[in-house]
């Protein structure tokens, strides 16, 4: 089935580094892919919708300076948290879908494992 | 999309079947009923999803109500490795593969030895 890989799997970093996190769709191309993140104890928020070969859709409250998100390619975003905090510190997930079949409107998003980001 | 409301936690006996609620009363007639778990430190796995009929695959059972206004997701025969976060979402159609997800709080199930 349709796989979706997210590198790295955990970073510890120090406040003011930069961090970028791959998301990666590896049996199939998609044109779309999403971006969450999950604070402990609490759900996943969408953060922005990355589409290829143009800019990311951020959701409200978003900082897209901060947050930056690069879809070059059909099977690759990615996500640079620029100047992280300590309050960045989260569980950041990636998910695609595979829009191929007679009813695309129907296909599931599949997720990565996430990316543990740790500023100290 | 259309909310859903779901029981915060529940448990079951391994190797029972676990029967998970979810009302979405509001639901549109292009919205599917898609069901994810969450097991801890890991990203959202896909389980199954349906508009109207019940389906089943390999994981689990979906039945949906004739109004579709709630559905329940079946674990035949739960396991220890069930037990994990479980989210009924509500997608639209006509935006298809591309639209978001949409997570509530789930319901977090504990599948007891």
């Known amino acids: 089935g349709a796989v979706v890989s997210q590198h790295p799997s955990r970073v510890i970093c120090k406040s003011g580094t930069s961090v970028k996190i791959e998301c990666r769709s590896l049996?199939?191309?998609?044109?779309?892919m999403f971006w969450y993140r999950q604070f402990p104890k609490q759900s996943l928020m969408l953060m922005a919708t990355?589409?290829?070969?143009?800019?990311?859709?951020?959701e409200q409250g978003v900082e897209k300076d901060k947050f930056l998100i690069n879809h070059a390619s059909l099977t690759l975003s990615t996500l640079t948290v620029t100047s992280a905090h300590p309050e960045d510190s989260s569980f950041y997930i990636c998910?695609?879908?595979?829009?191929?079949?007679?009813?695309?409107?129907?296909?599931?998003?599949?997720f990565g494992d996430g990316t543990r980001l740790s500023i100290l | 999309d259309a909310k859903t409301t779901q029981p915060t936690s529940m448990d079951c006996a391994e190797g029972r079947a676990a029967n998970l609620p979810c009302n979405h009363s509001?639901?549109?007639?292009?919205?599917?009923v898609y069901w994810y778990r969450q097991i801890h430190s890991q990203g959202p796995q896909y389980i199954i999803h349906?508009?109207?009929n019940n389906e089943t695959n390999e994981m689990a059972s979906l039945i949906i109500t004739e109004d579709r206004k709630s559905s329940t997701l079946i674990l035949p025969h739960a396991t220890l490795r069930d037990t994990a976060v479980y989210y009924c979402?509500?997608?639209?159609?006509?935006?298809?593969?591309?639209?978001?997800?949409?997570f509530g709080k789930g319901i977090t199930l504990s599948v007891r030895p």
């Open positions: 979402i509500v997608r639209d159609l006509i935006t298809g593969a591309n639209s978001k997800l949409t």
């Open positions: 049996d199939f191309q998609a044109t779309t």
């Open positions: 509001t639901i549109s007639g292009n919205e599917y």
């Open positions: 349906g508009l109207k």
């Open positions: 990355s589409n290829e070969g143009s800019k990311a859709t951020y």
């Open positions: 998910s695609a879908s595979s829009p191929t079949g007679p009813t695309t409107g129907n296909q599931p998003q599949h």
